[in-house]
């Protein structure tokens, strides 16, 4: 659905749809405590994090990409034809050479780790030095601490706000506004299908908690915190986050869990292979043998989410999660 609309948008002349502000260059951008200066629509893009490559690519630019890295899930479908002419630097982190030899114009970022003070690909100070703006996501910077707990720490709840901010941002320094408004008037209207889908239907008493991964099995898993882009997703469809940490992925015990006993239990499901727990079916083996989990109420009832991890990110997955999420809490039970 969202990419027969952006392909139409893409096909139709101006002059029959509404406009939106043509950009006007040099633009300024502030982004995160950095301010910006474009002086035309980077040709040449490199994205760091799964979100932002697909937000450029909803918004009919893939043929601005120049390299691609930090992937979790594969492509959305709609998608797969335009990213497999794009190169991928690299399935998690680049190094900072292989970012700057494909010559970007810019370089977009989903994660303050990635690139920020403490960025293990590099800083916003080097990629400026060799005059190559950067633009992080600003759901990963508003409202966030990135240098406490191994994620970040969210200083207060997170706001969908962020997004349509970075879809509208982005599409005004690539002067593709119209595109952008449409992009987020598609996403805001599946954020109200999904809470429409429970309308009526008492969730007062039902809670959840999202197993991101673990980077063993036998270790404590990284789980949703409050305040964080997993915990909106709860709140907006009226149901309960158990962990308390207001830590982004917070690790919490199994014992701590079970006790808590939520009524549902959310898993990643991730293409990528980084910890063993990555691979969702080694975490329903686990769930269903380990002496603590295999007790707790939503194992022994089915009540167990599979959801793509991107979709727990602040992106336009997030968006189709909510409407995965929405849709089992209705009928009271996992998809078969």
Same mark, same amino acid.
């Given at each position: @659905?969202? &990419?027969r609309?952006?392909?139409?948008?893409?096909?139709?002349?101006?002059? *029959?749809?509404?406009?939106?502000?043509?950009?006007h260059? =040099?633009l300024?951008?502030?982004?995160?405590?950095?301010?910006?200066?474009?002086?035309?629509a980077?040709?040449?893009?490199?994205?760091?994090?799964q979100?932002s490559t697909?937000?450029?690519?909803?918004l009919?630019?893939?043929?601005?990409?120049?390299?691609?890295?930090l992937w979790?899930?594969?492509?959305l =479908?709609?998608?797969? #034809?335009?990213?497999?002419?794009?190169?991928?630097?690299?399935d998690?982190?680049?190094?900072?050479?292989?970012?700057?030899?494909?010559?970007? $114009?810019?370089?977009?970022?989903?994660?303050? %780790? @990635?690139?920020? !003070?403490? *960025?293990?690909?590099?800083?916003?100070?080097?990629?400026n030095?060799l005059?190559?703006?950067?633009?992080? &996501?600003?759901?990963?910077?508003?409202?966030?601490?990135?240098?406490?707990?191994?994620?970040?720490?969210r200083?207060?709840?997170?706001?969908?706000?962020s997004?349509?901010?970075?879809?509208?941002?982005?599409?005004?320094?690539?002067d593709? $506004?119209?595109?952008?408004?449409?992009?987020?008037?598609?996403?805001?209207?599946?954020?109200?299908?999904a809470k429409?889908?429970?309308?009526?239907k008492?969730?007062?008493?039902?809670?959840?908690?999202? %197993?991101?991964?673990?980077?063993?099995?036998?270790?404590?898993?990284?789980?949703? *915190?409050?305040?964080?882009? !997993?915990?909106?997703?709860?709140?907006?469809?009226?149901?309960r986050?158990?962990?308390?940490?207001?830590?982004?992925? =917070? #690790?919490?015990? %199994?014992?701590?869990? !079970?006790?808590?006993?939520p009524?549902?239990?959310i898993?990643?499901? @991730?293409?990528?292979?980084?910890?063993?727990?990555?691979?969702?079916?080694?975490?329903?083996?686990?769930?269903?043998s380990?002496p603590? #989990?295999?007790?707790?109420?939503a194992?022994?009832n089915?009540?167990?989410?599979?959801l793509?991890?991107?979709?727990?990110?602040a992106?336009?997955?997030?968006?189709? *999660?909510?409407?995965?999420?929405?849709?089992?809490f209705?009928?009271?039970?996992?998809?078969?």
């Amino acid at each position: @659905m969202l &990419l027969r609309f952006v392909t139409l948008l893409a096909g139709l002349s101006l002059t *029959g749809i509404a406009h939106a502000a043509v950009t006007h260059y =040099p633009l300024t951008i502030a982004n995160c405590g950095v301010t910006q200066t474009f002086g035309h629509a980077p040709q040449r893009v490199v994205t760091i994090g799964q979100a932002s490559t697909e937000m450029l690519y909803a918004l009919g630019l893939g043929d601005k990409l120049a390299g691609t890295s930090l992937w979790f899930n594969n492509v959305l =479908p709609e998608f797969k #034809t335009l990213n497999d002419k794009v190169p991928r630097l690299a399935d998690n982190d680049p190094s900072f050479e292989a970012v700057v030899g494909k010559r970007p $114009q810019l370089v977009a970022v989903q994660f303050e %780790w @990635m690139v920020g !003070a403490q *960025g293990v690909v590099g800083t916003r100070e080097q990629f400026n030095e060799l005059n190559i703006p950067t633009y992080l &996501l600003p759901s990963d910077c508003e409202g966030k601490d990135n240098l406490v707990g191994a994620d970040g720490t969210r200083l207060q709840a997170f706001q969908v706000q962020s997004i349509y901010k970075s879809v509208s941002q982005l599409a005004e320094i690539f002067d593709v $506004q119209d595109r952008g408004a449409a992009l987020n008037t598609d996403l805001e209207a599946r954020l109200i299908s999904a809470k429409q889908q429970l309308a009526g239907k008492d969730l007062s008493n039902t809670s959840a908690a999202f %197993w991101f991964s673990s980077a063993d099995l036998e270790l404590d898993p990284y789980v949703a *915190g409050r305040q964080g882009v !997993a915990d909106f997703m709860l709140r907006t469809l009226g149901v309960r986050n158990v962990v308390e940490s207001t830590e982004e992925w =917070p #690790t919490v015990g %199994w014992e701590t869990l !079970a006790k808590a006993n939520p009524t549902w239990l959310i898993i990643a499901r @991730m293409d990528r292979r980084r910890f063993p727990a990555d691979d969702h079916q080694k975490k329903l083996e686990f769930l269903h043998s380990d002496p603590v #989990t295999r007790n707790m109420e939503a194992v022994k009832n089915n009540r167990i989410i599979i959801l793509d991890a991107d979709a727990m990110q602040a992106g336009i997955r997030l968006f189709r *999660g909510l409407q995965t999420l929405s849709a089992a809490f209705a009928r009271g039970t996992a998809a078969p």
